[in-house]
């Protein structure tokens, strides 16, 4: 059994006002409870709620998948707070930094004085980084977590995790108005039991945002759909649309696909 935690939605910043309350405005993470295992999916804002979650389930570890390493789905990252137990193993993975010198070295040359008085190499918790080419499969007991190059600048990696036949998608950030990776991309999908997509934009307003490396909801249906996924999560929200307006997406969602949803923060979905 998967239990998928929502615990930020939001791309770009953190919109923290009353007309953001409904849908939640902490950025990108999300967190997977497989069999007591903790899988986490980017370290947006919404991290800090993942604490309570790790320390129910008693658990001294957790794998922390990165999709990319801009700055809303990393902003939370030292208030994951298992990073200050020193008795807590993080195991951090990245597929994206081949350029930039990988994981720890970003971490270890960012991470510090003056941006933060502690530095990611004085953690009190372990911290084992590990770096990989997408396409690259990991093993982690009986979980397998599949990767997937997407189309972003400075490159993003999608992830899907399976568990006894089970799976959950992970696909942010990225533009789908590049082609060349779309059939790729559905083949990885493909039949997965959650869908969860970059949906920052409309059909109607990605014009205006081309090249700056998202896609749209109605992009989501579509390739939710291609792909014969059972459900697909609307998310990575655009900071600027309210709850009025994501509600108004969502009743335009509901009318398209009845496997489809708008995810929420706090929003928990299982799958066995
Ligand atoms: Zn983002
Ligand atoms: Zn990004």
């Not at 001294?60 to 390493?69: D, G, I, M, P, Y």
């Not at 789905?73 to 030292?78: K, R």
């Not at 399976?162 to 991309?185: A, I, M, P, Q, W």
């Not at 969602?253 to 923060?265: C, D, E, L, Y």
Request: hydrophobic residues 40%; contains cysteine.
């Amino acid at each position: 059994m998967l239990n998928v935690h929502f615990l930020g939605v939001r791309g770009s910043t953190p919109c923290a006002d009353e007309r953001f309350v409904t849908y939640g405005g902490h950025t990108s993470c999300v967190l997977v409870e497989v069999d007591g295992t903790i899988f986490i999916f980017d370290a947006g804002s919404g991290i800090i709620n993942a604490s309570p979650i790790v320390a129910k389930q008693g658990a001294c570890e957790a794998h922390l998948f990165f999709s990319h390493v801009h700055l809303d789905h990393i902003m939370g990252f030292p208030f994951f707070y298992p990073l200050w137990n020193k008795h807590f193993t993080t195991h951090i993975y990245a597929g994206s930094l081949g350029a930039y010198g990988g994981i720890y070295n970003f971490f270890a040359n960012t991470l510090k004085e003056p941006l933060f008085p502690v530095s990611f190499t004085e953690f009190p918790g372990d911290i084992h980084c590990q770096d990989f080419e997408p396409g690259y499969t990991h093993k982690i007991g009986n979980v397998t977590v599949d990767t997937f190059m997407l189309n972003h600048p400075n490159s993003a990696v999608a992830y899907r995790l399976t568990c006894n036949g089970k799976s959950v998608c992970y696909v942010t950030d990225h533009e789908h108005g590049d082609n060349s990776n779309r059939e790729g991309l559905i083949e990885f999908i493909r039949g997965t039991d959650l869908f969860i997509y970059d949906s920052t934009y409309e059909d109607g307003n990605y014009q205006n945002f081309k090249g700056w490396g998202h896609s749209t909801w109605q992009e989501a249906l579509r390739l939710g759909d291609e792909a014969d996924v059972a459900r697909t999560a609307i998310f990575h929200h655009d900071p600027q649309n309210t709850d009025v307006k994501m509600a108004a997406i969502e009743e335009d969602v509901k009318k398209i696909s009845s496997a489809a949803f708008v995810a929420r923060q706090g929003m928990m979905v299982t799958i066995d």
